[in-house]
């Protein structure tokens, strides 16, 4: 059973459009939601994170977006550029101490000049 | 990355062959993870742990079992291969610390099960 619901599996986006990612989670233990970012032959990289308390979190031109109460959470990439092509994916962690992360299924986003 | 090693990066085995994965960090992390990365399922975490005496099964641990040799190094061993374990093996290390939640992943191990 995923725990982390991630969509699309796939998005193609012009250069300099907006990039938009969107995960769901039912677990409302979950305290912490990081985004990883992963180029091809390499291993995931921590993008950005955010907990419940706040309702976005902005770096640079990446944007998280949480919705507590739809227990949603999205990824929003500006001015998306070709080096932004990679496989995207969202993440949970639970609130056990374990440190333990659920993560999406993956969004392969690719970046058209 | 580079903090985070794995040995082999590639190999390809056969059904029924005993297989070690090997993975060595540099960070001074206490804490190390196993997944998996399969198409369309993103990453399962495979087994995980805190410190050398310290060894926790994750989402899929059946068929897998792991060694804590060292701080530094954390094996995952597939005691009897079969093809459905083909896939992408990452480590990854995380702090104890003020910055815990941030977890370091190696570069990957791809596995073939023939």
């Known amino acids: 059973q995923q725990q982390v619901k991630q969509s699309p599996q796939s998005l193609i986006v012009q250069k300099g459009g907006i990039s938009i990612i969107n995960c769901a989670y039912e677990n409302t233990a979950f305290d912490y939601f990081p985004w990883y970012q992963q180029f091809p032959g390499k291993g995931p990289a921590l993008l950005i994170a955010i907990r419940p308390d706040v309702s976005e979190k902005k770096e640079g031109r990446f944007t998280i977006s949480f919705n507590k109460s739809a227990k949603q959470f999205s990824l929003h990439i500006m001015d998306s550029q070709p080096g932004d092509s990679a496989t995207y994916f969202c993440?949970?962690?639970?609130?056990?101490?374990?440190?333990?992360?659920?993560f999406g299924t993956g969004t392969r986003l690719t970046v058209i000049p | 990355d580079a903090d985070v090693t794995q040995t082999p990066r590639n190999r390809i085995t056969k059904t029924g062959k005993r297989i070690m994965l090997e993975c060595s960090q540099t960070?001074?992390?206490?804490?190390m993870y196993w997944y998996r990365q399969d198409p369309g399922l993103g990453l399962r975490l495979i087994y995980y742990s805190f410190d050398v005496k310290d060894i926790n099964k994750g989402e899929i641990s059946d068929g897998y079992s792991v060694s804590r040799q060292a701080q530094a190094k954390f094996s995952l061993s597939l005691e009897s291969a079969i093809p459905n374990q083909t896939a992408l093996y990452f480590c990854a290390t995380s702090d104890l610390g003020h910055n815990q939640e941030t977890q370091y992943f190696g570069p990957g191990t791809r596995l073939l099960v023939l």
């Open positions: 993440a949970a962690r639970g609130a056990t101490g374990a440190n333990n992360l659920f």
């Open positions: 960070k001074g992390h206490d804490r």
